[in-house]
């Protein structure tokens, strides 16, 4: 399965939005550097869809709207 997300590193909370079926907004705790908001955002969504995290993969790292495979 391959989603989108727009990611929002330095906020409040933790939270994932769905947008529409392959989309989604996160909003990230941990700053942009030194990949710990990717980190988190891997643990985000392997919560939310009740999965390992070796199962996630993103395929731009460095951008804020991400493309990820689920695998």
């Known amino acids: ?13 933790n939270k994932l939005e769905k947008i529409n079926d392959n989309e989604y907004h996160a909003d990230i705790t941990e700053k942009a550097e030194d990949n710990k908001a990717n980190i988190e955002l891997i643990k985000l969504l392997s919560k939310y869809f009740n999965i390992s995290h070796k199962n996630i993969k993103i395929k731009n ?9 689920i695998n």
């Open 1 to 13: 399965m391959i989603i989108k997300i727009k990611v929002k590193p330095n906020s409040r909370e």
């Open 61 to 69: 790292p460095s951008s804020r709207n991400k493309i990820i495979e």
